[in-house]
């Protein structure tokens, strides 16, 4: 017998457009995130395009979609062990691991402040560190606190054992659901810096990410808005940003990650609004800026104080005395090589498929960079960066058009 109800594995922006999409079309939709939160990537950055609006701006509606939405049964700290079944009947085992908080709202700031553990804070890529009681930003969802039982001190452990709406026991536990037709939204994770060893990722502390760029940018993140050099907190005045940063390399991502080059021209708009006398100069390939991103990029590029170099960068080397970074740079217009010194370098690393390396337990067909190129004839869709490089706007649009799939599945069988 055929099931009407639709699985959305992955609970970032393409997800959740997924999940209300078929939900407000009458179906009963099972939204299932392995992290605490939805909101995925797109909570993680300072604004997106095409608006250039903080993320709260989307993601607030979306959350109210699916609290006044009875059809939508999501599920968090939430991952899909196994599948067995068929297209129109699919058993899936999904585990959730313990929160270990109430599930109404409590307000645990001044007890979370009041804890001595800590632990390294991999929602803001290592830029600061979290107590083990957490929500990753103001407007998190669900507006419930997280409890990391492996960053408690012995003190934590005892204070929060007396507390009746924190449960330390709580255990794993696993369900099982019935469904017709899956989304398979899982998104992307940055390429991982440590293995450019050349342009000095992971050893030179002024050396970040695009990622760790949108952190330091956000009023949420580590340094309150406030774009600092990790090293000692000042203002840099001279910034470099390195296009393909792990991109269109054979070595590393053989395609083009789509986002990159806008992502670090908005980048470079945050610097010169917060410091108007900051210069920033990208070294890039190829700038591509499709569709209607040209006229912002034309914009952008229009500043005096921004410099955009047609080169690859050879070498990213620290000055052990001032924290400063040098670049080996080849401009290809000059047809000359040069050393360059700047404050601080943010690499434009690539969007890699959150399933490379980590495939799910389905039947379901993948590129050897981890994207789904199959599975529709199985009633399993992809949506968003899980099929390819795209932007919010597009994740969004994908995750639609996925969802419609999955309805056309489970109402013809």
Same mark, same amino acid.
């Not at 956000?218 to 393909?244: E, W």
């Not at 050879?314 to 670049?327: F, G, I, N, T, Y």
């Given at each position: 017998?055929?099931?009407?109800?639709?699985?959305?594995?992955?609970?970032?922006?393409?997800?959740?457009? +997924?999940?209300?999409?078929?939900? $407000?079309?009458?179906?009963? *939709?099972?939204?299932? $995130?392995?992290?605490?939160?939805?909101?995925? !990537?797109?909570?993680?950055?300072?604004?997106?395009?095409?608006?250039?609006?903080?993320?709260?701006?989307? %993601?607030?509606?979306? #959350? @109210?979609?699916?609290?006044?939405?009875?059809?939508?049964?999501?599920?968090?700290?939430?991952?899909?062990?196994?599948?067995?079944?068929?297209?129109?009947? &699919?058993?899936?085992? *999904?585990?959730?691991?313990? !929160?270990?908080?109430?599930?109404?709202?409590?307000? &645990? =700031?001044?007890?979370?402040?009041?804890?001595?553990?800590?632990? $390294?804070?991999?929602?803001?890529?290592?830029? +600061?560190?979290?107590?083990?009681?957490?929500?990753?930003?103001? #407007?998190?969802f669900p507006s419930r606190y997280a409890l990391d039982g492996s960053a408690?001190?012995?003190? /934590?452990?005892?204070? %929060? =054992?007396?507390? $009746?709406?924190?449960?330390?026991?709580?255990?794993?536990?696993?369900?099982?659901?019935?469904?017709?037709?899956?989304?398979?939204?899982?998104?992307?994770?940055?390429?991982?810096?440590?293995?450019?060893?050349?342009?000095?990722?992971?050893?030179?502390?002024?050396?970040?990410?695009?990622?760790?760029?949108?952190?330091?940018?956000?009023?949420?993140?580590?340094? =309150?808005?406030?774009?600092?050099?990790?090293?000692?907190?000042?203002?840099?005045?001279?910034?470099?940003?390195?296009?393909c940063a792990g991109s269109r390399d054979e070595n590393h991502l053989g395609?083009?990650?789509?986002?990159?080059?806008?992502?670090?021209?908005?980048?470079?708009? &945050?610097?010169?609004? @917060?410091?108007?006398?900051?210069?920033?100069?990208?070294?890039?390939?190829?700038?591509?800026?499709?569709?209607? &991103?040209?006229?912002?990029?034309?914009?952008?590029?229009?500043?005096?104080?921004?410099?955009?170099?047609?080169?690859?960068?050879?070498?990213?080397?620290?000055?052990?005395?001032?924290?400063?970074?040098?670049?080996?740079?080849? /401009?290809?217009?000059?047809?000359?090589?040069?050393?360059?010194? #700047?404050?601080?370098?943010? %690499?434009?690393?690539?969007? @890699?498929?959150?399933?490379?390396?980590?495939? %799910?337990?389905?039947?379901?067909?993948?590129?050897?960079?981890?994207?789904?190129?199959?599975?529709?004839?199985?009633?399993? #869709?992809?949506?968003?960066?899980?099929?390819?490089?795209?932007? *919010?706007?597009?994740s969004a649009q994908s995750g639609t058009g996925a969802a419609m799939k999955?309805?056309?599945?489970?109402? !013809? !069988?």
């Amino acid at each position: 017998m055929s099931n009407n109800s639709i699985l959305v594995i992955g609970g970032g922006f393409s997800g959740i457009t +997924a999940a209300l999409e078929a939900a $407000e079309v009458g179906h009963e *939709v099972y939204l299932v $995130e392995k992290a605490p939160f939805l909101g995925g !990537r797109v909570m993680q950055l300072n604004k997106y395009f095409p608006k250039l609006c903080p993320p709260s701006c989307g %993601l607030e509606i979306q #959350f @109210q979609r699916i609290k006044k939405n009875p059809n939508v049964k999501f599920f968090t700290m939430a991952e899909v062990a196994a599948v067995s079944g068929e297209a129109g009947s &699919y058993e899936v085992t *999904v585990k959730i691991k313990p !929160r270990h908080t109430a599930p109404n709202n409590v307000d &645990y =700031s001044k007890l979370a402040e009041s804890l001595t553990g800590e632990t $390294e804070n991999a929602f803001e890529f290592g830029l +600061a560190s979290r107590k083990p009681l957490y929500v990753d930003v103001p #407007f998190a969802f669900p507006s419930r606190y997280a409890l990391d039982g492996s960053a408690l001190s012995d003190s /934590d452990r005892a204070k %929060l =054992s007396a507390d $009746e709406t924190i449960d330390l026991e709580e255990q794993e536990k696993e369900i099982t659901l019935s469904v017709g037709s899956i989304v398979v939204a899982t998104g992307w994770k940055p390429y991982d810096v440590t293995k450019l060893t050349n342009l000095g990722a992971g050893e030179i502390t002024n050396c970040i990410s695009n990622m760790q760029m949108e952190r330091l940018a956000s009023a949420n993140g580590p340094t =309150s808005g406030h774009i600092l050099r990790p090293s000692d907190g000042k203002p840099p005045k001279r910034v470099a940003f390195v296009q393909c940063a792990g991109s269109r390399d054979e070595n590393h991502l053989g395609y083009c990650s789509y986002i990159c080059c806008m992502a670090s021209l908005k980048q470079a708009v &945050y610097m010169r609004e @917060q410091y108007p006398d900051a210069e920033v100069v990208v070294y890039y390939i190829d700038l591509r800026t499709p569709g209607r &991103y040209d006229k912002f990029a034309e914009k952008v590029l229009a500043d005096d104080k921004l410099k955009a170099v047609k080169g690859k960068v050879a070498e990213v080397a620290r000055d052990k005395a001032s924290e400063d970074v040098w670049l080996t740079v080849e /401009d290809a217009i000059e047809g000359n090589k040069s050393k360059e010194r #700047f404050d601080m370098v943010v %690499l434009a690393t690539g969007m @890699q498929p959150s399933l490379a390396g980590t495939p %799910l337990p389905l039947d379901v067909e993948m590129d050897e960079e981890g994207f789904i190129i199959g599975g529709e004839d199985k009633g399993i #869709f992809a949506a968003g960066c899980a099929k390819q490089p795209l932007d *919010v706007m597009k994740s969004a649009q994908s995750g639609t058009g996925a969802a419609m799939k999955a309805v056309q599945t489970v109402r !013809r !069988r």
